[in-house]
C-alpha cells in the first residue's frame, strides 16, 4: 500500500514532481500508516497494568446422588463467564466450584462411602479442569459440640485427594469456638505427617468470621447462594503502580481507588451481563490484591515506604491498601483486604528469611487487613499445642474486630529451623523455616 502511494505522489495534476517532493510524500504515508498503528495499539491495549481474573467461582448445592449433571452445567456457566471476560482482554486463571459444607451431604454415608464418593469428585475436577471447595467440616451452623469425627475426615479426604479443598470454622457470629480450634490444629498435624510433600495444608484453612460464598480458597463455603458465582481478582500490580506514584498517604490512597477502581468496575459489569446470559446470580468482587510470585505485593508496600517489609511504616501502608478497597464501588464479597501470604510472594519470603516478618508481626498486620496468618512455613516436628495457641490468637482477633481471618500453617515433615523449603508447585516459592516463638 505504501509502494502504492510512493508511486502516484510522482505525478500531481498529470505533470511529473521532483525525486525529493516523491519522498516527501512517501515519508508522510509511512509516518500516517505507523501513527495509525500506534493508535489502534493504544486503543487495544490499555495498559500493562491490568489485573488478572484469579477466578471465577460458582457455588452450588451439591447432591451426590446427581452431582455430574451439575457440575456439567456449572461448568458450562463457568465457560459463559471466563469467555466474557477473556473477550473484555482479561486473563482468567482458575474457575472454581464450591459447596455447602460437605458434613450436609455426607450424612448418610459411611466414612469409606464418603472417601470413596470424594475420590471420584477430584478425579472428575482434575479431568474437567476446575479447582473445588468441599466447605468446612465443622461450619458456622455446627452445634457448640464441635463434631471432632468431621474433622478428621477432612483430613483423610485431603490427605488422599489433590484438588480439593475444605476448612474449619473457628469463629464466627456467635463466638470462638475452642473445640473447632482445637479440631483444626489436629487436621493440621495430621496433614504435615500423612499428606505428599506435607502439601495437604496447603489445602486446608482454619476460618475466622469468613463470610459465606467468598471465591478465595480454602476457606470458601456455600451458604444460601446456591446458583450464584463471585469473582476473586490478582491484582498487586495494580496496586504496586498505583503506590509508586507518591509517597503521599492520601495520594496513594486515591491512586489506588482509582486505577483499581476503574479495572474493578469493568469487571463488575461483565459479571452483571454474563449473570443475565447464564442465570446465575452475581454477588460480588473480592477486591484483596492477590499476589503471585514476582507479582507482590509486599514489594508495592516496599516501593512505597522505600524500606524494607516489616520496617516501621508497614503497618500504615496496610492500613492505606484496605481503606481504598473499602472505598471502591462495586459489590464487595470475600475477604476484600490486604493478603500477605509468606510463601505466595517472592518478597514476603525473601523479609521472612531474613527474620523481618514473624508470626506476630503478621498478626499485628491482620489487624488492619486480611487475611490472617497465610502460608506459613513450620517445622516438621510443630505440635498440636503448639499450633492451637495460634489459631486461638487469629480467632479472637477476627471475632474480636468481625473481620474476616485465616490460617494455613505448614509444618513441612522433616524439615527443621533454619531449613528451606523444597515445595514444587506452580503457586509457590520457597522459605526458610523460622522458630514459631
Not at 492520601?250 to 443475565?276: F, M, P, T
Not at 523444597?422 to 520457597?430: H, I, K, R, Y
Amino acid at each position: 500500500m505504501i509502494a502504492s502511494v510512493a508511486n502516484k505522489a510522482c505525478v500531481v495534476n498529470g505533470r511529473p514532481i521532483c525525486a525529493f517532493v516523491a519522498a516527501l510524500f512517501f515519508g508522510l504515508a509511512i509516518f500516517s500508516a505507523a501513527a495509525s498503528a500506534a493508535s489502534a495499539q493504544t486503543v487495544s491495549s490499555p495498559g500493562k497494568n491490568r489485573p488478572k481474573v484469579r477466578t471465577v467461582t460458582a457455588f452450588i448445592e451439591l447432591d451426590p446422588s446427581r452431582y455430574e449433571s451439575q457440575i456439567s452445567a456449572t461448568l458450562a456457566a463457568l465457560e459463559k463467564i471466563k469467555s466474557a471476560c477473556e473477550r473484555a482482554g482479561f486473563t482468567v486463571e482458575t474457575v472454581r466450584i464450591t459447596t455447602q459444607p460437605f458434613p450436609e451431604y455426607t450424612r448418610n454415608l459411611s466414612d469409606q462411602q464418603a472417601l470413596d464418593f470424594f475420590r471420584k469428585y477430584d478425579q472428575l475436577a482434575q479431568k474437567d479442569g476446575f479447582d473445588a471447595a468441599i466447605g468446612p467440616a465443622i461450619g458456622p451452623g455446627a452445634s457448640r459440640q464441635d463434631d471432632s469425627r468431621e474433622a478428621h475426615l477432612l483430613a483423610r479426604i485431603i490427605a488422599s485427594t489433590k484438588i480439593l479443598e475444605g476448612s474449619i470454622v473457628i469463629a464466627s457470629d456467635d463466638g470462638i469456638r475452642w473445640n473447632a480450634v482445637q479440631s483444626a490444629a489436629e487436621v493440621i498435624h495430621d496433614l504435615a505427617g500423612n499428606s505428599p510433600n506435607s502439601l495437604g495444608n496447603f489445602r486446608f484453612a482454619a476460618a475466622a468470621m469468613v463470610p459465606a460464598n467468598a471465591p478465595f480458597y480454602p476457606a470458601s463455603y456455600e451458604l444460601n447462594g446456591d446458583h450464584t458465582f463471585a469473582i476473586g481478582l490478582e491484582s498487586a500490580n495494580v496496586v504496586a503502580a498505583a503506590m509508586a506514584s507518591t509517597r503521599d498517604p492520601g495520594q496513594a490512597q486515591r491512586a489506588i481507588e482509582d486505577s483499581l477502581g476503574r479495572w474493578a468496575q469493568q469487571i463488575e459489569a461483565i459479571g452483571k451481563r454474563a449473570a443475565q446470559d447464564t442465570g446465575w446470580k452475581y454477588t460480588g468482587i473480592d477486591l484483596s490484591p492477590a499476589p503471585l510470585k514476582e507479582v507482590s505485593i509486599g514489594g508495592a508496600i516496599e516501593n512505597f515506604t522505600g524500606e524494607p517489609l516489616g520496617s516501621n511504616g508497614t503497618l500504615s501502608a496496610v492500613a492505606i491498601i484496605t481503606s481504598a478497597l473499602k472505598s471502591i464501588p462495586v459489590m464487595r464479597t470475600g475477604y476484600s483486604g490486604l493478603m500477605l501470604p509468606v510463601l505466595e510472594d517472592s518478597v514476603i519470603a525473601r523479609r521472612w528469611n531474613e527474620g523481618r516478618l514473624s508470626l506476630n508481626s503478621l498478626l499485628l498486620y491482620s489487624s488492619v487487613c486480611a487475611t490472617g496468618l497465610d502460608v506459613i512455613p513450620m517445622p516438621g516436628d510443630t505440635s498440636e499445642a503448639e499450633i492451637a495457641p495460634i489459631l486461638k490468637d487469629v480467632a479472637s482477633l477476627a471475632y474480636k474486630w468481625h473481620k474476616p481471618l485465616a490460617v494455613r500453617l505448614l509444618p513441612v515433615r522433616g524439615k527443621a529451623v533454619g531449613e528451606q523449603t523444597e515445595f514444587q508447585d506452580p503457586f509457590l516459592v520457597n522459605a526458610r523455616i523460622q522458630p514459631i516463638r
